[in-house]
């Protein structure tokens, strides 16, 4: 069976990696989830304003310039006068949403598809600084002391072995 890759070429190519096209990949996986962020009601814990709201019975009542407004806690209902952050659209203070642990959800879905890039393109760059630094110690001058074998020690090594290993002579 042939091989489509021919000697000495790459599956992706002359000089890309496959570690980058993975890295790649998981970025734009990174940016859509964060479009669906940007395009889901949630968004307004990242564009919106923070203000301070008092929770009453499950209605959270808010002040934005003045104005008075309500939105609905879906949460259990913490009792009378719990102060709440309330996260409101800046051009509809009537838009709100009170703020949940969904904030930090939304978060890390979208922040850990570019940590997994990250990592994905410095584990290869990792691996290969720690490549040149051994090569670096068996690249070494051949009058280096604790380097490696002397010059042609291994000719002698080899002869030595070879003359053992004659058979004895018969008398």
């Known amino acids: ?35 669906l962020l940007l395009l889901s009601p949630s968004r307004l814990y990242w564009t919106g304003r923070a203000v301070q709201g008092t929770d009453t019975g499950g209605i959270v009542y808010y002040k934005v310039d003045g104005q008075s ?10 009792g009378r006068g719990t102060p709440r952050t309330v996260y409101v659209d800046r051009s509809d203070p009537s838009n709100a949403l009170v703020q949940r642990p969904t904030r930090w959800i939304d978060a890390a879905s979208v922040l850990v598809w570019f940590a997994a890039a990250a990592a994905v393109a410095a584990i290869p760059a990792l691996r290969r600084l720690r490549v040149g ?12 002391f604790g380097r490696g074998f002397a010059p042609g ?7 030595m072995s070879e003359r053992s290993q004659a058979p004895p002579r018969q008398q």
């Open 153 to 159: 020690s291994m000719a002698r090594y080899r002869e």
């Open 1 to 35: 069976m042939q091989s489509r890759r021919g000697p000495g070429r790459r599956l992706f190519g002359d000089g890309v990696r496959p570690s980058a096209v993975v890295a790649a990949l998981l970025v734009i996986v990174g940016v859509l989830f964060l479009v």
């Open 133 to 144: 630094r051994r090569s670096a110690v068996t690249d070494a001058s051949p009058d280096a």
């Open 69 to 78: 407004y309500s939105v609905d806690d879906t949460g259990a209902a913490t």
